[in-house]
């Protein structure tokens, strides 16, 4: 426990640090006050533990079950709504949550990226990977709980109930924080962004899940689809299986399937999520153009283009420059430019770490004619490695307790965020208009490798983080 312990408190190193500030005052407001249970919930909770029946339960239908397709487009629509009338509370609430899953993201994404090779590409959702999280937090018990707890960045302090995150408030925030990044429409009213988020659920037959613990995904996962196959006689034949049913009910084209299931698993806790954002005022260039993966090998890949005014700056103290491209009202796409080929790891380990943001002060209004491939994005990583990365590999092991899961006899196998990320070309809006300059727009190309991130201002709340090393390669 030693070594977890090391990892658990450089998670929250910089959480832990607003409490030392706030003890030093005599009226002391506890920075998660909004996330954890209020006295008076916890009196309830108590009542009802005492009162209340076992929870009700159910069986997963079989993965062979008639399943109708996403609709991505009605899921927009629900996100988006659900900001409409957000309360004051509810965007502190989404403040707090965006903090958080942004510290744990430029963890975790240290831990994907030394698994990786700097010549391949790294695509993390922070949200997916928070929410993924949070929704085994709902369903674990002490001391798995106060683990999870500990490790999204929230100190148990006491271990008293007012000191515990509830659940449900941090996943109903992550729906405050999705339904930020789509609804901002552009002057048109209609958001260019899309933003889908599909669990599955897989079990072994005849495990029983409760049925408060799946209804509580909602908020975080709209569609969860609990199935259930073998996936102990052909692990191999499981995980194609579940590949099938996945790219059926969903439409998007995994090219990293599921595969190394643990035949002794009882429970697959894989989540899906698809982004697709729109740059107004780009075109697509006719034909193909080089992309230098190294000073050595250029690949050919469609570009897009588009000139207008952007917030730029040029760091030439650490060789890098940073161009952000507005996607909607308050979304953004954040491009990091190495100033020379090699600098590229060097600029990734500055970037990605939690003083990122307060780079966005530096930048300052340029006309600029950016050029920059056309992405289609698609990764997928297991959780449980990552874990395994951060000296925590039995936090979701055998011995993990979660049982607001199910009862049964219950074995975390793989626990997979699988992404696809789309940036294209729109036509239609125009950039926002640039005064003439002397010398022409500002040149800006990316036709080597960078890094990106995809920020929602609001919430604060960075949904993905990546280097693009070759736009043909599957992350």
Request: hydrophobic share 40%; net charge negative.
């Amino acid at each position: 426990m030693a070594a977890a312990g090391v990892s658990l408190g450089a998670t929250v190193l910089c959480l832990l640090s607003w409490a030392g500030l706030a003890a030093a005052d005599r009226v002391y407001i506890h920075p998660f006050h909004l996330l954890v249970y209020s006295k008076g919930s916890c009196e309830q909770l108590e009542k009802s533990n005492a009162e209340m029946p076992k929870a009700l339960t159910f069986t997963p239908v079989p993965i062979q079950a008639k399943t109708s397709p996403v609709d991505e487009e009605a899921l927009r629509e629900q996100l988006a709504l659900a900001t409409e009338k957000l309360q004051e509370d509810d965007r502190m609430r989404a403040a707090k949550v965006g903090m958080m899953l942004n510290f744990l993201g430029f963890h975790m994404y240290r831990m994907l990226s030394e698994t990786c090779s700097t010549a391949s590409g790294t695509v993390l959702s922070p949200t997916t990977l928070f929410g993924t999280l949070a929704s085994l937090y709902l369903g674990a018990l002490d001391p798995t709980a106060s683990r999870l707890q500990a490790f999204l960045g929230v100190p148990g302090e006491d271990q008293g109930c007012t000191s515990r995150l509830d659940g449900h408030k941090v996943l109903s925030a992550l729906h405050t924080i999705q339904g930020l990044l789509v609804a901002q429409g552009g002057a048109d009213g209609q958001s260019t962004l899309l933003l889908s988020t599909v669990l599955g659920l897989f079990t072994a037959p005849g495990l029983r899940l409760k049925q408060p613990f799946v209804r509580g995904l909602a908020p975080f996962a709209p569609v969860t689809l609990p199935r259930s196959l073998d996936l102990s006689t052909d692990p191999d034949l499981a995980a194609e299986k579940m590949n099938r049913f996945m790219q059926a009910v969903t439409g998007w084209k995994m090219d990293r399937p599921l595969s190394g299931v643990s035949p002794d698993s009882t429970l697959l806790f894989n989540t899906y999520v698809h982004f697709q954002g729109k740059l107004k005022g780009f075109s697509l260039l006719p034909g193909l153009q080089d992309f230098w993966v190294d000073n050595a090998t250029s690949v050919s890949v469609s570009m897009i283009s588009g000139t207008g005014t952007f917030q730029h700056w040029s760091d030439a103290q650490n060789n890098l420059s940073l161009t952000r491209v507005p996607l909607s009202k308050n979304a953004c796409l954040l491009l990091v430019q190495p100033h020379g080929a090699s600098d590229l790891q060097k600029v990734e380990a500055l970037t990605f770490q939690h003083n990122f943001l307060t780079w966005l002060k530096n930048l300052s209004p340029r006309a600029i004619r950016l050029t920059m491939p056309q992405l289609t994005l698609r990764a997928s990583y297991d959780l449980q490695d990552l874990l395994a990365q951060a000296k925590l590999p039995t936090l979701l092991g055998t011995e993990a307790n979660l049982g607001n899961i199910s009862e049964d006899n219950l074995r975390v196998g793989k626990v997979l965020n699988s992404i696809l990320l789309e940036l294209k070309a729109d036509e239609g809006e125009q950039p926002t208009e640039s005064a003439p300059q002397p010398d022409g727009p500002l040149e800006v190309t990316l036709s080597r490798p960078f890094l990106f991130a995809i920020y929602e201002q609001d919430s604060t709340a960075l949904h993905f983080l990546g280097r693009v090393v070759n736009p043909l390669s599957t992350v």
